[in-house]
């Protein structure tokens, strides 16, 4: 039988979203490491901590009883079972809600893109809806809407597999250094069905 965790209360003072981890400090000044595994997913999937907030979480027991008695207050423990206690428990989102997420790797039929809360999304050529495929790379950015984890032959899908996105539209700038997003995909099958960049600038410029 698990020994019951017990609870401590501390506040965020650092989220490094590149190396996915942030600081915690609890009220007598000692920090926690803070992973996402161990950070609940909001109702869209991000999981992220921003600096300032207030959360109620569990030592790691087993890191805790490892380290040596004159380290455990320098030696950082990883948090637990992490609870927020200043972010409200539903965020009220719009059923068509969209964001702005950056290319991190693409391989010409999937990828994984970076949210800007935090978090990665699944990228999957056939759910873009735009134009611009081409296009794509490691930078680029990117308008979707989120979906949760795919089951895939026939396994359910895992609590930290990546959200998907899904209508996926590609953006680029105009000439005035606007984030403008590409036409809709062409259905004329005797074109190429996609626009460069330049294509698509020269297009927006000819409209203007």
């Known amino acids: 039988m698990e020994t019951e965790l017990f609870r401590i209360k501390g506040v965020v003072t650092q989220w490094n979203d590149a190396k996915r981890f ?25 999981k992220y901590l921003k600096a300032g907030e207030r959360v109620l979480f569990s030592p790691d027991q087993k890191e805790d009883a490892r380290a040596e008695p004159e380290s455990r207050n320098q030696t950082p423990v990883r948090a637990r079972k992490i609870f927020f206690l200043s972010r409200p428990l539903y965020e009220h989102l719009p059923a068509d809600y969209q964001e702005f997420v950056s290319v991190e790797t ?58 998907r996105a899904v209508e996926i539209e590609v953006c680029g700038y105009d ?15 005797k074109q190429s069905g996609f626009l460069t960049l330049a294509t698509a600038l020269e297009k927006f410029a000819e409209a203007s």
């Open 22 to 46: 942030g600081i915690l400090l609890d009220l007598f000044n000692r920090k926690f490491l803070a992973f996402p595994d161990d950070i609940p997913c909001d109702s869209v999937g991000r």
């Open 106 to 163: 693409w391989h010409g039929n999937w990828g994984i893109a970076r949210r800007p809360l935090g978090g990665r999304l699944y990228l999957a050529r056939e759910e873009i809806i735009s134009q611009g495929v081409e296009d794509i790379e490691p930078g680029k950015v990117l308008w979707t809407k989120v979906a949760p984890p795919k089951r895939f032959s026939g396994k359910a899908p895992r609590e930290n597999d990546h959200w």
């Open 175 to 189: 000439p005035q250094g606007q984030l403008v997003r590409y036409p809709a995909k062409t259905t004329n099958r």
